[in-house]
T-cell receptor
Framework: KNEVEQSPQNLTAQEGEFITINCSYSVGISALHWLQQHPGGGIVSLFM???GKKKHGRLIATINIQEKHSSLHITASHPRDSAVYICAVSSGNQFYFGTGTSLTVIP | DSGVTQTPKHLITATGQRVTLRCSPR?????VYWYQQSLDQGLQFLIQ???????AKGNILERFSAQQFPDLHSELNLSSLELGDSALYFCASSVDMGSEQYFGPGTRLTVT
């Protein structure tokens, strides 16, 4: 049983396209995190949110607590956005991770 | 650069051995987290420390242990290593519990 489910698993887009990655969770949470992992392996925290919506540059993250669902949007996608995007939730004193969405943006 | 450092970057060792991974948090961060990322299991939370005290435990095996020292750096000890322990081990830090986490570059452990 996975506490966090992501879709799609893999995503290929043309440069400039609008991209959406979805995350559903089954546990009560104190926060939801979106992480980015580049091929070199390093992990960067993109967003931490517990309600509503956050925006940073071309990235937007939303969360619907009632539906236990979050989305990560990338506007005007660029090849440098190619990475694995991981959804994670803080639940009590535990952390659960999705399996990640591998995004490839083609020039 | 997140400000979190991990050493060593790579580690190759044999089954049955013991290794120690080290993490230095960002300046001012009191909380340290350890995670394991393997090909078959993905990212998993191992353990969290806050200001020297263990605060949460995840899927950490009994063969693994960790501690956070007075200078706030942390070490993860892995013993009786098995092939399945081969993975990337990440450390992250945050100002306090529940704050945004900053990840280190990871230690790639290969058990042969």
């Amino acid at each position: 049983k996975n506490e966090v489910e992501q879709s799609p698993q893999n995503l290929t887009a043309q440069e400039g396209e609008f991209i959406t990655i979805n995350c559903s969770y089954s546990v009560g949470i104190s926060a939801l995190h979106w992480l980015q992992q580049h091929p070199g392996g390093g992990i960067v925290s993109l967003f931490m949110l517990s309600s509503g919506k956050k925006k940073h540059g071309r990235l937007i993250a939303t969360i619907n607590i009632q539906e236990k669902h979050s989305s990560l949007h990338i506007t005007a996608s660029h090849p440098r956005d190619s990475a694995v995007y991981i959804c994670a939730v803080s639940s009590g004193n535990q952390f659960y991770f999705g399996t990640g969405t591998s995004l490839t943006v083609i020039p | 650069d997140s400000g979190v450092t991990q050493t060593p970057k790579h580690l190759i060792t044999a089954t049955g051995q013991r290794v120690t991974l080290r993490c230095s948090p960002r300046s001012g961060d009191l909380s340290v987290y350890w995670y394991q990322q393997s090909l078959d299991q993905g990212l998993q939370f191992l353990i969290q420390y806050y200001n020297g005290e263990e605060r949460a435990k995840g899927n950490i095996l009994e063969r693994f242990s960790a501690q956070q020292f007075p200078d706030l750096h942390s070490e993860l000890n892995l013993s009786s290593l098995e092939l399945g322990d081969s993975a990337l081990y990440f450390c992250a830090s945050s100002v306090d519990m529940g704050s945004e986490q900053y990840f280190g570059p990871g230690t790639r452990l290969t058990v042969t």
